[in-house]
T-cell receptor, first 118, second 111 residues
Framework: AQKVTQAQTEISVVEKEDVTLDCVYETRDTTYYLFWYKQPPSGELVFLIRRNSFDEQNEISGRYSWNFQKSTSSFNFTITASQVVDSAVYFCALSEARRTGTASKLTFGTGTRLQVTL | EAQVTQNPRYLITVTGKKLTVTCSQNMNHEYMSWYRQDPGLGLRQIYYSMNVEVTDKGDVPEGYKVSRKEKRNFPLILESPSPNQTSLYFC??????????FGEGSRLTVL
């Protein structure tokens, strides 16, 4: 069975601090996808990144970066120089990859609430 | 604009009164699914559909029904809602790349 663990329930930082959100996953599949979603106070789910299990390169997008380590089954998310607008709940998720490449189901972690204050 | 549309966004109902939450996507996606979000539990899949007339149970299907008569629509039906179905519901559709596109969510309260 697939499982995603986000051990940090809530994190508070002061603006401009760097913060890392941890994500550890379990799966028996050799091919899978990993995701991060952001849920701001307005409630919608905003897609941030999708990573294929064969691609272990780290990724940077502006102030966001992701560290995928297959050896430790982790897919951590770092926000550099955090801003108040980063305040949200962040979800890590895992899906199996079917032959056609279409995800069949996302297994979500329980989320990490990030509070960025001035 | 590519989107997943859910209705209603907010609903308060009473125990046992049948309701349907509609979901429609305009991206011609084959895959659609429903999730519920509860505090401390994250999002859990209720049902999913790989294509028209093909549906399957997710992790928490009890008390729910779905249908997929058309590619674009995937309604969630609560035949006899109970208070433990009070939750935030999300519909999603997926491209062949596996990225899920979520609707804006439907907050349901069952009294």
């Amino acid at each position: 069975a697939q499982k995603v663990t986000q051990a940090q329930t809530e994190i508070s930082v002061v603006e401009k601090e760097d913060v890392t959100l941890d994500c550890v996953y379990e799966t028996r599949d050799t091919t899978y996808y990993l995701f991060w979603y952001k849920q701001p106070p307005s409630g919608e789910l905003v897609f941030l990144i999708r990573r294929n299990s064969f691609d272990e390169q780290n990724e940077i997008s502006g102030r966001y970066s992701w560290n995928f380590q297959k050896s430790t089954s982790s897919f951590n998310f770092t926000i550099t120089a955090s801003q108040v607008v980063d305040s949200a709940v962040y979800f890590c998720a895992l899906s199996e990859a079917r032959r056609t490449g279409t995800a069949s189901k996302l297994t979500f972690g329980t989320g990490t609430r990030l509070q960025v204050t001035l | 604009e590519a989107q997943v549309t859910q209705n209603p966004r907010y609903l308060i109902t009473v125990t046992g009164k049948k309701l349907t939450v509609t979901c429609s996507q305009n991206m011609n996606h084959e895959y659609m699914s429903w999730y519920r979000q509860d505090p401390g539990l994250g999002l859990r899949q209720i049902y999913y559909s790989m294509n028209v007339e093909v549906t399957d149970k997710g992790d928490v299907p009890e008390g729910y029904k779905v249908s997929r008569k058309e590619k674009r629509n995937f309604p969630l039906i609560l035949e006899s809602p109970s208070p433990n179905q009070t939750s935030l519901y999300f519909c999603a559709s997926s491209s062949f790349t596996g990225e899920l596109f979520f609707g804006e969510g439907s907050r349901l309260t069952v009294l």
